[in-house]
């Protein structure tokens, strides 16, 4: 397709379990960035790169979130030992570049829901 | 995001009519965004403002950013049911829209 694609697009798991989501970012897209949306919370920034290294991981919340991107596309966002409060919709998206000028574009997300 | 407030939280409004949301920063922006959020999906991109007293449209809506760089409107005229969803302001606070900063969004509901 031609847009951002994520999968899951829904994951119900249990507290203390890992996860893994993955983002396909638009082709051609060298910065791709993650974003967490919860109803306490907003949405929320977590982690950008700029091809495979990430100059800006400030968002991530704890030690138990980390992401990586591999050929300068796929990137996947993991959270080990889940707990409740990670329970949110996790939104990835690309742009052609990470200046000023570049509009990011949203993937469909994927509602992670931690029992 | 205290950095970014946007009012009112929630629109109803009936088909045909204008409105107006609100997007303030605490401040100066490099660059604000708007998108539009339906149920279940994604964020579409709406419009980009970089520069103070910029304004741009697109069919039935208009963006604006004042001259400071703090306060942007998004103004729907003759709205109509399609418009309705969440509308949610981003702010480049960087340089370098490396990252956004959101608004909690606006929740617009047009009734017929």
């Known amino acids: 397709g031609a847009g951002v694609s994520q999968s899951p697009s829904n994951k119900v798991t249990e507290k203390g379990k890992d996860v893994e989501l993955r983002c396909d970012p638009i082709?051609?897209?060298?910065?791709l960035y993650w974003y967490r949306q919860s109803l306490g919370q907003g949405l929320e920034f977590l982690i950008y790169f700029q091809g495979n290294s990430a100059p800006d991981k400030s968002g991530l919340p704890s030690d138990r979130f980390s992401a990586e991107r591999t050929g300068g596309s796929v990137s996947t966002l993991t959270i080990q030992r889940t707990q409740q409060e990670d329970s949110a919709v996790y939104l990835c998206?690309?742009?052609?570049?990470?200046?000023?000028?570049?509009?990011?574009?949203f993937g469909p997300g994927t509602r992670l829901t931690v029992l | 995001s205290q950095e970014l407030e946007q009012s009112p939280q929630s629109l109803i409004v009936q088909e045909g009519k204008n409105l107006t949301i609100n997007c303030t920063s605490s401040k100066t922006l490099y660059g604000l965004y708007w998108y539009k959020q339906k149920y279940g999906e994604g964020l579409i991109f709406l419009m980009m403002l970089q520069k103070g007293g910029e304004e741009k449209s697109h069919e039935k809506i208009t963006a604006k950013l004042d001259e400071k760089k703090q306060q942007s409107s998004l103004h729907i005229t003759a709205s109509q049911p399609s418009h309705a969803g969440i509308y949610l302001c981003g702010a480049d606070f960087t340089g370098t829209a490396s990252k956004l900063t959101f608004g909690t969004g606006t929740r617009l509901q047009v009734t017929l």
């Open positions: 998206a690309s742009s052609f570049k990470g200046s000023r000028r570049s509009e990011q574009f």
């Open positions: 082709s051609g897209h060298t910065a």
